[in-house]
């Protein structure tokens, strides 16, 4: 089946440790991207990538680091940094990077701060 | 990106038409309507899209006013799978801007 798959569906931090959140997708998508989602709230971009090698910060990108070696996979990193770092984060994908493109989403990964 | 304005809330009783109205009364000529879903912790799911012409598919119909400062997302018949959050977003980059939705209940 083609999907987004990601990974872990809920993980725990501690305080002052960083944790990666994993997306992958299978179906040879160019653009990648993570959002990060609040209680209650919509959607807010965090980053997002149309090719491999490259991303671009989005609205809220303090805090997070990403990368984009694969073109099927596009890791999030939420580092110490991130000073409230609970919330859900989901990833999207689409055929290429354009305001014609549909973005699909994975089921996202919930992080809680211990 | 223009803003849409969107009900809180809705409900829907199960086999009637769900009608979900949205203002974007700011778009401009080249942007998209599009609607997403979202059920209670998962990935939101795209619905359909539209420029100004009518649009319809397996899960929903999309009504652009002429003007295109409205729309409406139509349900034809809901089911209690159906209850959901659900997004309007005008789009004429590649980003998505989620504001919050209207949150509709389709009970029996």
């Known amino acids: 089946d083609g999907g987004i798959t990601q990974s872990p569906k809920y993980l725990f931090r501690k305080e002052g440790q960083n944790v990666t959140l994993s997306c992958e997708q299978n179906?040879?998508?160019?653009?990648m991207y993570w959002y990060r989602q609040d209680p209650g709230q919509g959607l807010r971009l965090i980053y997002y990538?149309?090719?491999?090698?490259?991303?671009q910060k989005g609205d809220i990108a303090e805090g997070y680091s990403v990368s984009r070696e694969k073109k099927e996979s596009f890791p999030l990193t939420v580092t110490s940094a991130q000073k409230n770092p609970t919330a859900f984060y989901l990833c999207?994908?689409?055929?290429?990077?354009?305001?014609?493109?549909?973005?699909?989403f994975g089921p996202g990964t919930r992080l809680l701060v211990l | 990106d223009a803003k849409t304005t969107q009900p809180p809330s809705m409900d829907c009783a199960e086999g009637r038409a769900a009608n979900l109205p949205c203002n974007h009364s700011?778009?401009?000529?080249?942007?998209?309507v599009y609607w997403y879903r979202q059920i209670h912790s998962q990935g939101p799911q795209y619905i359909i899209h539209?420029?100004?012409n009518n649009e319809t598919n397996e899960m929903a119909s999309l009504i652009i006013t002429e003007d295109r400062k409205s729309s409406t997302l139509i349900l034809p018949h809901a089911t209690l799978r159906d209850t959901a959050v659900y997004y309007c977003?005008?789009?004429?980059?590649?980003?998505?801007?989620f504001g919050t939705g209207t949150r509709l209940q389709v009970f029996p």
């Open positions: 999207a994908s689409s055929p290429s990077r354009g305001r014609l493109e549909t973005q699909y």
């Open positions: 179906l040879n998508h160019d653009a």
């Open positions: 977003i005008v789009k004429n980059t590649d980003k998505l801007i």
């Open positions: 990538s149309q090719i491999v090698n490259d991303f």
């Open positions: 700011t778009i401009s000529g080249n942007e998209y």
């Open positions: 539209g420029l100004k």
